[in-house]
T-cell receptor, first 111, second 116 residues
Framework: GENVEQHPSTLSVQEGDSAVIKCTYS??????FPWYKQELGKGPQLIID?????GEKKDQRIAVTLNKTAKHFSLHITETQPEDSAVYFC??????????FGRGTSLIVHP | DVKVTQSSRYLVKRTGEKVFLECVQD?????MFWYRQDPGLGLRLIYF???????EKGDIPEGYSVSREKKERFSLILESASTNQTSMYLC???????????????FGNGTRLTVT
């Protein structure tokens, strides 16, 4: 089955800095890679996703890149703000529609 | 906007009790999921369902069962609650796969269950 590794488990940055979270996956059949943000007391919410026919996708301060050859994908957040503080999960799915999640990254943005 | 509603935010139960966690979604999604979330372990899939009365085991089904009598409702049942089932439980739903195109999950806000 699919295995998704996510790093780092904790990331601490100063407001205005960039943050990068990286994930690797094992199943070459995976073709959909969503990223979820979980704020305190809430369930994870989709913030951006990318499909295997695309190498990069941007949405304002958030971008995701995908390297199919190396089987890794990354979340980039620029100009971080305190409200970006949350737990972020990557996921991968493909042949099975059941996503496999990474273990999460706790992002702390210091004002 | 999709809304996934979990009936309880916090629940405290005693060891051995039968516990029901309820989840309702309002977007006519075929797929529904139950996850548990524990620090350092991420999201682990307990059970999922791709249609009414259909259910499939996930990665950690032991000690749990599920019920899907109506499309919008997916219940998680702890037959005899134990302290190691103290956790955050998350319900999610998604559209069905269409010709190989996956869809994102929509999560509820979770039920924090404590078993004493």
């Amino acid at each position: 089955g699919e295995n998704v590794e996510q790093h780092p488990s904790t990331l601490s940055v100063q407001e205005g800095d960039s943050a990068v979270i990286k994930c690797t996956y094992s199943d070459s059949a995976s073709n959909y890679f969503p990223w979820y943000k979980q704020e305190l007391g809430k369930g994870p919410q989709l913030i951006i996703d990318i499909r295997s026919n695309v190498g990069e996708k941007k949405d304002q301060r958030i971008a995701v890149t995908l390297n199919k050859t190396a089987k890794h994908f990354s979340l980039h957040i620029t100009e971080t703000q305190p409200e970006d503080s949350a737990v972020y999960f990557c996921a991968a799915s493909g042949g099975s529609y059941i996503p496999t999640f990474g273990r999460g990254t706790s992002l702390i943005v210091h004002p | 906007d999709v809304k996934v509603t979990q009936s309880s935010r916090y629940l405290v139960k005693r060891t051995g009790e039968k516990v029901f966690l309820e989840c309702v979604q309002d977007m006519d999604h075929e797929n529904m999921f139950w996850y548990r979330q524990d620090p350092g372990l991420g999201l682990r899939l307990i059970y999922f369902s791709y249609d009414v009365k259909m259910k499939e085991k996930g990665d950690i089904p032991e000690g749990y069962s599920v019920s899907r009598e109506k499309k919008e409702r997916f219940s998680l049942i702890l037959e005899s609650a134990s302290t190691n089932q103290t956790s955050m439980y998350l319900c999610a739903s998604s559209k069905p796969i269409l010709t190989g195109v996956n869809s994102p999950l929509h999560f509820g806000n979770g039920t924090r269950l404590t078993v004493t």
